[in-house]
């Protein structure tokens, strides 16, 4: 089980110092990412992460240098050398080495990183009794600031809103855009359920387009569960049956508790409990057609 560092192809370690410090993402969070994870240690839908990272790059305007296939062979030698039974991937592009200032063009060269590391342990319980969310005041991006469709490494708003849902005693902070509707996690997207039928707030809510989402939405749709993107406001989330949330390495996890709320009977749903075994079979079907990075 071990950290392994890829950057512009240089494999090394986390003691290895294999970044500069005039680089822009480090200078001014000018960078994009992704984090997949791997199942019997092949990535998971490694493309689509892929294709998602290169719309953000393109909407920061980085210029990604380097080709897909580059990158696809750097994860492959990464994770070989990490040798863990599962990882965590993290991939970061940067605009690059800069000057200390804003000028658009003044990065000319992306820097590409890969982080390899053991995927952490999510305990049987978050599943099987589910966990407590806040609402919190720190806001999701509103029209006119850094979009959130851009999973850019600026995650400064992230980390303040998880961080008063961490002192509330809650496991995932929930945030609300500019109209006070429900729009997402800190880092996941939220569903609610109500009456059997699944709904989660619509990408005009201002969100990320979160990859388990869409697996969510079709897992639902294919297994005869009602499924809407509509918005939410906190009144309906705190009224509902049920609540679980979703993200690429923690797949869905059940909310039995909101603030002093507690949703439903305090347990984790049927439709919940059948989503987060429909996704398990999702999966399975997805990576036994997936070819190897290997
Ligand atoms: N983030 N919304 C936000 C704000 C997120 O940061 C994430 C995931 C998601 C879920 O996206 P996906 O299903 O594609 O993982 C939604 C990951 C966990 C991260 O920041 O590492």
Redesign the pocket.
Known sequence: MSIRINVDGQMGTEEDRLLSPLDQGFLFGASV?E?IRTYDGVPFVLER?LE?LRASAEALGIDIDVSMETLTERLRATLEEAGNAESSI?IVISAGIGAIDYRAGSARKPTVVIIVRPLPAFPESLYQSGAKAAFVTVMRASRGNLS?KI?SSN?LN?IMALRQAHEKGAYEALLLNGRGEVC??????VFVVRGGAVATPPLSSG??E????EHVIEIARGNGIELEEKTCTPEDLLGADEVFI?????EVVPIVRVDETTIGDGKPGPVTQKIIKCYQVHVRALMSTTETVD
């Open positions: 990412y984090t992460h998602r993290r959130p999973k995650l992230n997402e996690g800190s880092m996941s997207n969100l990320l979160g990859i388990t989402r979703t993200a690429s390495a923690r």
